[in-house]
């Protein structure tokens, strides 16, 4: 079923009823392709980029997205047909959460024309409507986005985890402390990480493994902000449902920010018209560092280390207590499409 | 017993994220031709700032915020905007802020003591005042109607 994207609302209506149920069950192909990664001597991660993404008038054309994330997914999997590829990539008959990250508000949010390709995808590789759930730490933040809030389990479900709740225990790893979201920890088998490129503040670079603070209790949030991040980031990350749950990341670096951030700042914002895909969470994130450096060289902004800003985390997450991917780049597959 | 409850009820009122503004520089619906205010204003205090602008906070705290108060705009009924006046300790502090990030297309404009425009925002200082006005779209008309803005907030300053 293919279904235009020019109407989301009509979109999440009929995609929540109307899905092809293709019935692939029960083989968690992902697990295999983590497999694969492990044993391989580089991690991959695929940039995928179509100039015409946004017209010359700075509109996105939405249509163009799907395609996109087809040779974004195709390209990494290495399969043809991207129905194919997505039933490698996730478990069926289980529950996926599609983290997306709306905390910049409007203007700066994963773009829900993204969000609407994959699951269109989803559905097309048999994923039911009641098994995708986009979510994010609020329903305001994700109605800033531009998301509406559904709860209704026999649809594609969008909601925060100020709807379903926090884990009354509290996780420690590292310097962190802090207590889940049960829609991580309770209802998802498996969460794809959908990021946006933004500069920050505070850690520098937010990506795929800063997204991670959406997960957690607001209140806990503060503390971890000290050190530029780090290590809290890494030990977040070391968190078993967070390190084990969250295994892919879908970046969307369609219109991305590279100075000012995390909040919107239209000054400071640019088309780099890319998705970034990887298992790899530290190699997707180095990857994305390079591509926000180059921005900054070319309006003539420092490096992020020369403003105190580099995302050391990185590193930390690459070392040997931590192990959760590579930062060096000699060590990552890059394709570029 | 009512001293008890008029310690708590100010320890709340302390520890509360949204406080009551104690000077109001939004414009009111209808003040500036087109634009219509479509929140109540939120205020902030800088230990709580963190709410508002997480992961950017450090920045306001370290240049000596006080309070950061945000309301929602819209012009004509279309365009979105957000305006933010962070008040803060000083001028410098101001300063310190606007010139943070400026890049060489930023406009120079007159109004306060120092403003900067790019096509969909306004960002300007007025003594302790740091305004920061942002559309969430680019139109033909944004640049003059955030600019009419602006001026209605600066002078309320």
Known sequence: MRIALNNRR???????????????????GFAGMLDE?????KSKVVVARDAQLHGTDGQLNEKRVLDLLDRAITSYTGHDHPVTAWKHIVPMGKVI?????????????THLALTLAICERLQQAGVKPGNILVWDQANEALESGGYTIRTDPSRIRCYGSDVSGYEDQIETSGMVRVRLSKILTREC????NLPILKDHGCAGLTFAMKNMYGVIKMEDVGPMHVGNCNPAIADLHCIPAIRDKVRFVLGDAISALY????????????HPNALIVGQDRVAVDQTAWSILERKRAEVGLPT????????????????????????????????EI | MLAVAAIAVVLVAASAGCKKAKVDPFPASGAVSGWQKTSETRVFAANDLWQYVDGDAEQYISAGVVTTSTSDYKYQGALEAVVDVHTMKDAAGARKILETGLTKDAKTVQLGDECVQYAQSVIFRKGPY????????????????????????????
Request: neutral net charge.
């Open chain 1, 304 to 335: 992020l280390e020369a403003t105190g800003r580099k995302p050391h985390y990185l590193a930390t997450a690459a070392d040997a207590a931590h192990q959760l991917g590579v930062n060096d780049p000699q060590r990552i597959s890059l394709m």
């Open chain 1, 189 to 192: 088998e498996m969460v794809m």
């Open chain 1, 259 to 270: 100075e000012g951030g995390p909040l919107f700042r239209p000054e400071h914002m640019w």
């Open chain 1, 97 to 109: 959460g599609l983290k997306v990250n709306c905390a910049g508000g409007k203007g700066i949010s």
């Open chain 2, 130 to 157: 740091l305004v920061r006005i942002v559309a969430y779209e680019s139109t033909p008309d944004a640049p003059q109607a955030l600019l009419a803005l602006a001026q209605a907030v600066g002078a309320k300053l």
């Open chain 1, 10 to 28: 009509d979109f999440l209506k009929t995609a929540a009823t109307g899905a092809v149920l293709l019935g692939a069950q029960g083989k968690l």
């Open chain 1, 37 to 41: 990664q492990t044993a391989a001597a």
